[in-house]
Nanobody, 115 residues
Framework: QVQLGESGGGSVQAGGSLRLSCAAS????????MGWYRQSPGKQRELVAV???????NYADSVKGRFTISRDIAKNTVYLQMNSLKPEDTAIYYC?????????WGQGTQVTVSS
């Protein structure tokens, strides 16, 4: 089992920045991948960024160059640094972990970007 807890969401004006954090209940070094997804009203949940155990990363085209996923193994925490935020980034952001072929989700944190 992996418990995930997100923090760092909030409201910001367009062009601003936020950093989301996701703390895991077990060593993230052992996880196959950790990532961030988001879901806005009326839309499906979509991948924002993922970091795999081999160090590779993937980003949604819409956030490339603006968002960065990183991790702190000592703190068992994954971060999503979000810069140059746009109103269309408004969504609930969910942390995800893949371990032993099981997906685990956090409770989500709201990000609201006003124009």
């Amino acid at each position: 089992q992996v418990q995930l807890g997100e923090s760092g969401g909030g409201s910001v004006q367009a062009g601003g920045s936020l950093r989301l954090s996701c703390a895991a209940s077990r060593s993230i070094f052992a996880l196959n991948a950790m990532g961030w997804y988001r879901q806005s009203p009326g839309k499906q949940r979509e991948l924002v960024a993922v970091r795999r155990s081999d160090g590779s990363t993937n980003y949604a085209d819409s956030v490339k160059g603006r968002f960065t996923i990183s991790r702190d193994i000592a703190k068992n925490t994954v971060y999503l640094q979000m810069n140059s935020l746009k109103p269309e980034d408004t969504a609930i952001y969910y942390c995800n972990a893949l371990w032993a072929s099981q997906n685990y989700w956090g409770q989500g944190t709201q990000v609201t970007v006003s124009s």
